[in-house]
């Protein structure tokens, strides 16, 4: 049996979904083995896909104990580490392993230069043992919860977005490009320092026209 590759299916999918009576062509997607063009006009009929018949899924049940109470809020996965908040301002951070069982429970929530007053996002960077949490700033902790240290970055940004990128940079998708306000960039995204958040490049993606930036 030809093995089916998982991502083509899924955008698949996104193509017969998305496409309306108002656009009348042929799509052709190229995989590594074969060309195959999807007929958008088409009325294709309904089927139910078992996730497991074409990934690899693994459901994690988490350690629920009166100190390990969550909402389930994922923040990052790591290959021993998953991080987990609260949809609520009280500044937990819990940490579990790959198996699901509660490693420890984070809180550094408060007013000093070390603490951080909301949580907008956590990065996860386990080569360094490090968690970067993201306010107005960001914080540094190590993964028992101690502070290592904090950086601003320049007031001409505004990121909404942080992700890993490498050992000793950050990924971020800056939101200031939209705002009229600010000074107009053509890369919505940078590599940042993860020692002291300094602009280490900017990735400019060309574009005919702009219709709208989003991140997911």
């Not at 290959?79 to 490693?103: A, H, L, P, S, W």
């Not at 007031?155 to 940079?169: I, K, L, P, S």
């Not at 600010?182 to 940078?190: M, S, T």
């Amino acid at each position: 049996m030809k093995k089916v590759n998982p991502m083509l299916i899924i955008l698949l999918l996104v193509v017969m979904a998305g496409c309306g009576d108002g656009y009348r062509q042929s799509t052709v997607i190229r995989s590594s083995d074969d060309l195959i063009t999807v007929d958008v006009t088409r009325n294709y009929p309904k089927k139910e896909l078992i996730l497991q018949d074409f990934m690899d899924v693994q459901y994690i049940p988490l350690e629920t104990t009166d100190e390990f109470l969550t909402q389930g809020d994922v923040l990052a996965v790591g290959n021993e580490v998953i991080v987990i908040r609260n949809n609520t301002r009280e500044g937990d951070i819990f940490m579990y392993d790959k198996n699901g069982k509660g490693i420890r429970k984070i809180n550094r929530r408060g007013q000093s230069g070390e603490e951080y007053s909301s949580i907008i996002g956590i990065v996860l960077d386990e080569d360094n043992s490090e968690i970067f949490v993201h306010e107005s700033k960001i914080l540094v902790y190590d993964l028992n919860g101690n502070f290592k240290r904090s950086f601003k970055y320049r007031n001409d940004y505004m990121f909404t977005r942080f992700y890993n990128y490498d050992r000793d940079h950050l990924f971020a998708f800056d939101a200031t490009i939209e705002d009229e306000g600010f000074k107009k960039r053509l890369a919505y995204h940078v590599i940042i320092s993860k020692q002291d958040g300094n602009i280490i490049r900017e990735i400019a993606i060309p574009y005919k026209e702009k219709k709208a930036t989003v991140v997911k």
